[in-house]
């Protein structure tokens, strides 16, 4: 079965640096992986997602993650970060695991909780 | 405007005491999911639905009941609350597969049971 890591449960930058937040994922074919946003008192959006193709994705306000196999990783990246970034983030794999009972399911992570300091 | 709406958006209610979240999209979305959210937990599946009268268990199906009689709506049902269902709840839809398509999640719906 599938399942992802977010190290860190709490991230703090200031205001204009850099943005990693890392994500791992244990899967036994190839995935398709995905970061969602949780703003305060909101449901998920999609931040972007990779399915095939080029590893490098870009995706909404800024955000890119890059895909690497070697290392089962899709760490999310934002060269400077912003106060309106201060949010939840979810990494998320889905499950293509024929061989189970069930699964057409999307695993996430337990999140991040990113602040953003002045 | 393109959403999924659920309600009520809060519910506080008693232990045994039958309830039901309504789920609704209007994106003709033939996927439906409902997701519970607890700290350190992330998100976790419930139920999904790939079409009109199909619907499978996710990763925690005690205790909840669904059902897909209509394409936009997906209510989940608690036939017996207890207060570890205390939770907050999403519904989310995909235009198909939930393996690779975008889900789009509703608001929320959070659950105190007492």
């Known amino acids: 079965a599938q399942s992802v890591t977010q190290l860190g449960s709490h991230v703090s930058v200031s205001e204009g640096a850099l943005v990693l937040l890392r994500c791992n994922y244990s899967?036994?074919?190839?995935?398709?992986l995905f970061w969602y946003v949780q703003y305060p008192n909101q449901g998920l959006q999609l931040l972007l997602k990779?399915?095939?193709?080029?590893?490098l994705v870009k995706g909404i306000n800024g955000f890119e993650a890059e895909f690497k196999k070697s290392e089962t990783s899709f760490h999310l990246t934002k060269p400077s970060a912003h106060m309106s970034d201060a949010a939840e983030y979810f990494c998320?794999?889905?499950?293509?695991?024929?061989?189970?009972?069930?699964?057409?399911?999307?695993?996430f992570g337990p999140g991040t909780s990113l602040s953003v300091i002045p | 405007e393109a959403q999924v709406t659920q309600n009520p958006r809060y519910l506080i209610t008693v232990t045994g005491k039958k309830l039901t979240v309504t789920c609704s999209q209007n994106?003709?979305?033939?996927?439906m999911s409902w997701y519970r959210q607890d700290p350190g937990l992330g998100l976790r599946q419930i139920y999904y639905?790939?079409?009109?009268?199909?619907?499978d268990k996710g990763d925690v199906p005690e205790g909840y009941k669904v059902s897909r009689k209509e394409k936009r709506n997906f209510p989940l049902i608690l036939e017996s609350p207890s207060p570890n269902q205390t939770s907050l709840y999403f519904c989310?839809?995909?235009?198909?597969?939930?393996?690779?398509?975008?889900?789009?999640f509703g608001p929320g719906t959070r659950l105190t049971v007492l």
């Open positions: 989310a839809s995909s235009l198909s597969s939930g393996l690779y398509n975008e889900q789009f």
């Open positions: 899967s036994s074919v190839p995935p398709y």
């Open positions: 990779y399915t095939t193709g080029a590893t």
């Open positions: 998320a794999v889905s499950d293509q695991d024929i061989t189970q009972t069930s699964y057409d399911k999307v695993i």
């Open positions: 994106m003709n979305h033939e996927y």
């Open positions: 639905s790939m079409n009109v009268e199909v619907t």
